[in-house]
């Protein structure tokens, strides 16, 4: 019996790795799709992946949903995959991938304001004071001026609020799923509702994009394609399904760790390629991760 519970948290812990080197990776993905493409093209193309590979999935299950289900699945796909898929590829103009990897662990704690706010959930003193930590550790990653001296904070860098609006997006798709679907799995859920954002993504990028052009004539463009498509199978859809996978398998508190381990290896890529992080985006990162982990502490 010992050794069997032992190959189980094992195999846990090798999901709960495996999750935050894919969702971590997704950044430095981002980037250099960005490299050829535009913000709109990445996010486009980053859904039609996903939403392709997970078509098997999808396609036979989506004739027995009820129109309610639909419309509720339809919103699912565009706030919890669609809108921050260009808003993570916007950010990334102006953010480094790192950076923006960081100010995505604030997802639960918009999870927990998005509850209370619209879906009549309760939010604890804990949790105002993690929102609180936080937000300070935010405001010190905005103010950060990239390139500055030690320690320096001057400006503001407005594209973090793009991640941040991606954060209130994930925290309205899952207080959606928690709250409005009760017979659908998880993975159907993720499967259909991207199938049915498909269709937008495909026409935007096809008729109100260079897309098509960029893949036949720009040098670079097959390399880019490639890392997008990664971004889209692995970081969107595959990842979902072995999330899914593993908060069956786990406690929440367990499952809700990968937050803490995505910053650091999107940190880790972004200091790979180069990029610069200063005294004050460390301060930042700290408070942010420290703000999450105490709100979504458990007692």
Not at 33 to 62: D, H, N
Not at 89 to 108: M, R
Not at 165 to 172: D, E, I, N, R
Request: overall charge positive; proline content about 3%; charged content about 10%.
């Amino acid at each position: 019996m010992t050794s069997i519970k032992s190959d189980s948290n094992l195999a846990n812990w090798g999901l709960l790795i495996i999750l935050a080197l894919i969702w971590g990776s997704s950044f430095i993905l981002i980037k250099r799709g960005l490299e050829i493409f535009s913000p709109g093209e990445v996010g486009a193309y980053r859904i039609v992946a996903a939403a392709t590979f997970l078509l098997p999935l999808s396609l036979p299950r989506v004739k027995n949903l009820s129109s309610g289900q639909i419309q509720n699945l339809i919103i699912v796909g565009l706030v919890g995959s669609f809108i921050p898929a260009f808003l993570f590829a916007k950010a990334q103009t102006q953010l480094s991938s790192s950076l923006t990897g960081v100010l995505n662990a604030l997802t639960p704690l918009f999870v927990v304001v998005v509850g209370a706010l619209f879906f009549s959930s309760k939010i604890t003193l804990r949790n105002g004071i993690g929102l609180g930590i936080a937000f300070i550790g935010v405001l010190v990653l905005v103010t950060a001026k990239e390139g500055a001296e030690f320690g320096a904070f001057e400006g503001i860098n407005a594209y973090a609020f793009f991640v941040i609006l991606a954060c209130v997006c994930y925290g309205f798709n899952l207080n959606l799923i928690k709250f409005r679907f009760e017979k659908l799995k998880p993975i159907e859920i993720t499967a259909i509702s991207l199938l049915l954002v498909l269709p937008v993504a495909l026409i935007y990028l096809m008729a109100g994009t260079n897309f098509s052009y960029k893949v036949a004539n720009v040098d670079g463009a097959m390399a880019a394609l490639g890392y997008v498509t990664l971004l889209g199978v692995l970081g969107t859809a595959l990842a979902l399904i072995l999330f899914n996978i593993m908060v069956k398998k786990v406690t929440p508190v367990f499952a809700s760790s990968v937050t803490y381990l995505i910053p650091i290896v999107a940190i880790f890529w972004g200091v790979l390629d180069g990029e610069v992080l200063l005294f004050g985006h460390y301060l930042g990162i700290a408070a942010v991760i420290l703000g999450v982990w105490f709100g979504n502490r458990k007692r």
